[in-house]
């Protein structure tokens, strides 16, 4: 069972842009393995809502249900794909060292993509349906290390971080040449 706090003043940072991020309490419904998923054995999870800002009253407003549930399939689908898209990469990385093995050392960074969920919930109170995307939580700084538009570097990376924005341009690259022919 999940129960997320959706009080103002229990909210995890300020609300961005187009989402909220509330704090979770996960209590496993059953003994049975196969009803806890992996994912949420480890980390710390929180519940992600979607909102928009009235342009009258300047406030947050919630989605029709439809609308909600329809944007947070796209991104817990994106979430999905970029697992798979960097577990490719990864899997070209080890078939082109297996194939052209050399006495030299290769380091490349260890990367993942959070694990989500989505969880569609009926609030007991007033029976209205709520929809939310349950991430884990990036725990630390958060760094964007390339542009959503173009496989490039940011500005204004550290060397360690320039670093990984281009191991991930590089991922772009091979995700690209392996999926357009």
Same mark, same amino acid.
């Given at each position: 069972?999940?129960?997320? &706090?959706?009080?103002?003043?229990?909210?995890?940072?300020?609300p =961005?842009?187009?989402?909220?991020?509330?704090?979770?309490?996960?209590?496993?419904?059953?003994?049975?393995?196969?009803?806890?998923?992996?994912? /949420?054995r480890? =980390?710390?999870?929180?519940?992600?809502?979607? /909102?928009?800002?009235?342009?009258?009253?300047? =406030?947050?407003?919630?989605?029709?249900?439809?609308?909600?549930?329809?944007?947070?399939?796209?991104?817990?689908?994106?979430?999905?794909?970029?697992?798979?898209?960097?577990?490719?990469?990864?899997? /070209?990385?080890?078939?082109?060292?297996?194939?052209?093995?050399?006495?030299?050392?290769?380091?490349?960074?260890?990367?993942?993509?959070?694990?989500?969920?989505?969880?569609?919930?009926? &609030?007991?109170k007033? =029976?209205?349906?709520?929809?939310?995307?349950?991430?884990?939580?990036?725990t630390?700084?958060?760094?964007?290390?390339?542009?959503?538009?173009?496989?490039?570097?940011?500005?204004?990376?550290?060397?360690?971080?320039?670093?990984?924005?281009? /191991?991930?341009?590089?991922?772009q690259?091979?995700? &690209? &040449?392996?999926?357009?022919?």
């Amino acid at each position: 069972m999940l129960s997320v &706090d959706t009080r103002t003043n229990a909210m995890i940072t300020a609300p =961005g842009s187009f989402k909220t991020c509330h704090p979770i309490n996960m209590v496993p419904i059953s003994t049975q393995p196969h009803y806890n998923a992996a994912f /949420f054995r480890e =980390g710390i999870f929180v519940a992600k809502q979607l /909102f928009f800002r009235d342009a009258l009253s300047a =406030g947050q407003k919630q989605y029709a249900m439809q609308d909600d549930l329809a944007y947070m399939l796209d991104k817990s689908n994106c979430l999905y794909w970029g697992s798979s898209l960097m577990g490719l990469t990864y899997d /070209f990385i080890a078939d082109y060292l297996a194939q052209y093995s050399s006495s030299q050392s290769i380091s490349y960074p260890c990367l993942r993509m959070v694990n989500c969920a989505l969880a569609v919930s009926q &609030d007991q109170k007033d =029976g209205r349906a709520a929809v939310y995307l349950i991430d884990e939580m990036i725990t630390g700084k958060f760094v964007k290390y390339i542009n959503n538009n173009a496989a490039v570097p940011r500005n204004k990376l550290t060397v360690a971080e320039h670093n990984i924005a281009l /191991f991930l341009c590089f991922a772009q690259h091979i995700v &690209d &040449d392996e999926n357009c022919c």
